[in-house]
């Protein structure tokens, strides 16, 4: 039996919110519908959508595209394990739910080292009895960690897809996002594929609402070229149609229309040889 409290590592988990300034899960939450943040994420988020009142479709778009990369990856590539790094807080359609929605005996891991996130793990961890979900407490710039941890409930020996969805902002450096991304790429096997989307400076007012935003106090999020977003997948081959805004990412044929055709959001799928 565990000597753990739990109401202990509950408090240690609430001592390390800070709701002093805005954070980015919650900020993201809050342009989704969801109920996860705080006021100081509301102000921010109604400040920024005055300058920049596309990013709502940024963050509502790039989460649909997270559903059709997984429904393509678990449908049509037949994947079953997928490792979800940045994975945010919990709304409609995380990626376990998708992907166990076409395979029920899929395998997802949830990587993240934010408190707030950590405390929403339990709606996180819900499973087919076919499958498996687990949760690690692990940072994105120690990729050994994550892989070593991640063997515990995914064969690594097998094909894996990896997802970093609207998490690469957070490196300030261009070469060490795309080292971080080589690193764990090496530790997955033959015939596992890369998801990347990120926010994109293809626009005026994106630049300045990532400048807003990197101004307010919260955890700085850099908006890359998208030439920058496409280097990422070196070495990688692409599937169709490319890296593209994330509405033009295999769009639901006869589906209902999602915002603007381009939104200053790309992203990619890549097969690893």
């Not at 753990?4 to 939450?29: C, G, L, M, Q, V």
């Not at 739910?97 to 395979?103: D, E, L």
């Not at 593209?244 to 381009?262: D, H, I, L, S």
């Amino acid at each position: 039996m565990s000597d753990r409290d739990p109401r202990s590592e509950a408090a240690t988990i609430r001592a390390r919110i800070d709701t002093s300034k805005p954070h980015s899960a919650r900020f993201w939450n809050y342009f989704v519908g969801g109920k996860d943040h705080y006021e100081v994420d509301r102000e921010t988020g109604d400040q920024i959508k005055q300058i920049f009142p596309g990013l709502v479709d940024v963050a509502l778009t790039s989460r649909h595209f997270l559903g059709r990369a997984v429904q393509y990856l678990a449908g049509e590539r037949g994947v079953r394990q997928f490792l979800d790094i940045g994975t945010g807080l919990p709304t409609a359609d995380n990626t376990h739910q998708v992907a166990q929605r076409v395979a029920p005996d899929s395998r997802i891991v949830y990587v993240d080292n934010d408190p707030l996130v950590l405390t929403h793990a339990r709606a996180l961890l819900t499973s087919t009895p076919e499958g498996e979900t687990a949760y690690l407490d692990a940072d994105l710039y120690d990729p050994d960690a994550i892989l070593r941890a991640a063997g515990d409930t995914l064969d690594l020996s097998q094909p894996v897809a990896l997802m970093i969805l609207n998490t690469l902002g957070h490196v300030a450096e261009y070469e060490r996002a795309r080292d971080l991304v080589a690193r764990l790429m090496a530790g997955l096997a033959p015939g596992s594929y890369l998801v990347i989307s990120d926010s994109t400076a293809t626009s005026a007012g994106m630049v300045a609402a990532s400048e807003a935003y990197n101004a307010s106090g919260a955890v700085p999020y850099y908006v890359r070229s998208v030439e920058e977003i496409a280097g990422l997948f070196d070495g990688l081959e692409l599937a169709e149609p490319g890296i593209t805004p994330v509405t033009r990412w295999r769009p639901a044929p006869g589906g209902p229309a999602e915002g603007p055709a381009a939104v200053d959001a790309y992203g990619g799928v890549g097969r690893k040889a």
